[in-house]
């Protein structure tokens, strides 16, 4: 993702922050259709994420967290190359892949008299399930919106008549099925040894990276535009490495 790219992301992101996912989506895969990018799965839109992020900002991510059992301060390292792993080769063909295109249903459950057809969740389903007033009715709206069909007992019924039970073999099998979507490491206390996981998600990661990065061109553009004259996309037109030596020469 270049300057102009980022700045333009960071904009509209803050304008619509349920729509972060697809504008850092469209801004890292420039020229593909925006039903298309909807249509990815979860899984897929993280890997492409992550790889934009690596292309962009480096290979190396580094951040803290808190021992979730003595409270310890700890600093953690990841390489994205490792990370993405064999799935990193396949980025350009499922950002090309109309989600849409996909098969009504991915996969069948049973229970008893109930069976529930169900399609993997899209980048479209995350951004709906994100105007949900709290973190838990979300993941319900994300589950039941990801139900193509719900028979009971030779009836059809709504998703939203779903047995608990059901929705949580729901999420265990599309988990299964997609595994990219939620994206976990392991983590270790050198001080108590105790190990515990840390959720990756990619979204607030590299918004949170590129809104600084954002901010550090925004003064760079100001400078250069304050002292020479030129325009935000002819500062951010030069190259970064002739642009860093312009605001040497202005101290």
Do not use: K
């Not at 995350?126 to 979300?138: C, F, H, K, V, Y």
């Not at 929705?167 to 997609?178: F, I, M, S």
Request: hydrophobic residues 40%.
């Amino acid at each position: 993702m270049d300057d102009v790219r980022i700045l333009d992301a960071w904009s509209a992101g803050r304008r619509r922050p349920e729509a972060r996912r697809l504008l850092l989506l469209a801004a890292a895969c420039p020229g593909t259709p925006a039903e298309t990018l909807a249509g990815l799965t979860a899984g897929r839109s993280n890997l492409l994420l992550l790889r934009d992020r690596r292309d962009t900002l480096g290979s190396r991510l580094e951040g803290e967290t808190t021992c979730s059992a003595c409270d310890a301060r700890l600093e953690v390292a990841v390489d994205l190359s490792e990370l993405l792993g064999d799935a990193d080769a396949s980025a350009d063909d499922d950002a090309a892949d109309d989600g849409d295109s996909r098969a009504a249903a991915d996969g069948e459950l049973r229970s008893g008299d109930c069976v529930v057809c169900f399609r993997l969740p899209t980048v479209r389903d995350l951004q709906t399930a994100a105007a949900g007033a709290d973190p838990e009715s979300a993941a319900r709206v994300l589950l039941r919106s990801c139900v193509v069909s719900f028979d009971r007992a030779g009836e059809l019924r709504p998703a939203e008549d779903l047995p608990t039970e059901l929705l949580h073999a729901l999420d265990t099998e599309l988990g299964r099925r997609d595994p990219h979507a939620d994206l976990r490491l392991s983590a270790s206390c050198p001080g108590c040894e105790h190990t515990f996981e840390l959720v990756l998600d990619p979204v607030s990661l590299y918004w949170d990276e590129l809104e600084a990065r954002a901010r550090r061109l925004l003064l760079d553009v100001h400078r250069l535009a304050d002292r020479y004259g030129w325009s935000e996309r002819e500062c951010l037109g030069i190259d970064p490495l002739r642009r860093a030596g312009y605001l040497e020469l202005i101290g």
